[in-house]
C-alpha cells in the first residue's frame, strides 16, 4: 500500500507540473506528510522528509517537463541562466534555514502558502494589465533568490513564483510556464543537496535515508511523476485550464486547513 500511494502521488504530482508549471511539491509535501504519519515510517522531522524529498523528486519531474517545453521551444533559457545563480543561492540558505524550522512551523508555513497559491489559481491572471519592462541583471539575481529561498522552505519547484514574476514583465503565460519549469531544475538540485548535508547526522530518521531524503518515497515518486509530467505538458497546449485551476484551487485551501488545524 505504501508503494502505491507513492505512485499515485507521483501522477497526480508530474500532472499538475506539467499542466500549471506549479511544481509537483504542492501536491507531493502535503501528501508525504500524510502517508509517512499514516504508515509509521517516521517518527521525527516528517515535515523535513517530505519537504527535502519533495525537493529530489522535482529534479525529474522538471527536467521532463523542460525537455517536453524545449522541444516546443517556449523555454527562455536566456531569462533561465539569469535566474540561476540567485536561485542557487538563494535555495541553498533556504534548505539550511528550514533544516533548523521545527515541525510546527514548516507545517503551517506550508499550510498558509497554499492558501495564497490557491487564492492565486482562482483569480486566474492569465492577462496582467499593468506589464513592465524586464528588471536589470542585479534586480533578477535578487528575484531568483527569494524565488529559491521560499522554495526551498516549502519544498516547491518555484513555479508559483516564477510564472507570475515573468508574466507581469511581458513573457507570454505559455513561455512563462516553461520557463519556471527550467528554474525548477536548480532549486530542486541545491535544495536536495543542502537538506542531504544538514539531515547527514540524524540518527532518528528512517532507513534509507539520505540525509532528510527518504529514497523509497522519492524513486517511487519519479516513475509516475516524470511520465506524467509529459502528459501534462501536452495538456498545456492543447485545453483551457481555466476551470481545472478553480477546483484545483479549492482542493488546496482543504488540504491547507487540514494541515493548519491538525
Avoid at 40 to 47: A, E, L
Avoid at 149 to 174: D, E, K, M
Wanted: include cysteine; aromatic fraction near 10%.
Amino acid at each position: 500500500m505504501e508503494w502505491l500511494a507513492y505512485l499515485l502521488i507521483g501522477m497526480l504530482a508530474g500532472l499538475f507540473a506539467g499542466l500549471f508549471g506549479i511544481g509537483g511539491g504542492i501536491v507531493i509535501v502535503p501528501a508525504l506528510i500524510f502517508v509517512l504519519t499514516t504508515f509509521q515510517i517516521s517518527d521525527v522531522f516528517i515535515p523535513h522528509q517530505a519537504i527535502a524529498t519533495s525537493l529530489a523528486t522535482i529534479i525529474g519531474t522538471a527536467a521532463a517537463a523542460t525537455v517536453a517545453h524545449h522541444r516546443r521551444g517556449a523555454v527562455h533559457w536566456k531569462i533561465v541562466k539569469v535566474l540561476t545563480p540567485g536561485i542557487l543561492l538563494g535555495t541553498w540558505f533556504g534548505a539550511s534555514a528550514a533544516s533548523w524550522l521545527s515541525d510546527w512551523w514548516l507545517i503551517h508555513l506550508f499550510g498558509v502558502f497554499l492558501i495564497i497559491i490557491a487564492w492565486q489559481l482562482f483569480q486566474q491572471p492569465t492577462i496582467i494589465t499593468q506589464q513592465r519592462s524586464f528588471p536589470k541583471t542585479n534586480v533578477i539575481i535578487t528575484v531568483g533568490a527569494v524565488i529559491g529561498a521560499v522554495s526551498a522552505v516549502i519544498g516547491i519547484g518555484g513555479g508559483t513564483l516564477t510564472v507570475p514574476f515573468l508574466v507581469r514583465h511581458q513573457i507570454n503565460i505559455r513561455n512563462a510556464i516553461a520557463t519556471s519549469s527550467a528554474c525548477g531544475i536548480p532549486i530542486a538540485i541545491a535544495g536536495s543537496i543542502s537538506f542531504i548535508i544538514h539531515g547527514w547526522q540524524q540518527p532518528e530518521l528512517p532507513p534509507h535515508s539520505l540525509g532528510f531524503i527518504y529514497w523509497p518515497a522519492a524513486v517511487a515518486i519519479m516513475m509516475t511523476s516524470i511520465p506524467m509530467a509529459t502528459v501534462g505538458t501536452r495538456l498545456a497546449h492543447r485545453i483551457a485550464v481555466t476551470a481545472l485551476k478553480r477546483w484545483f484551487s479549492i482542493v488546496l485551501v482543504l488540504i491547507a486547513l487540514k494541515l493548519l488545524l491538525q
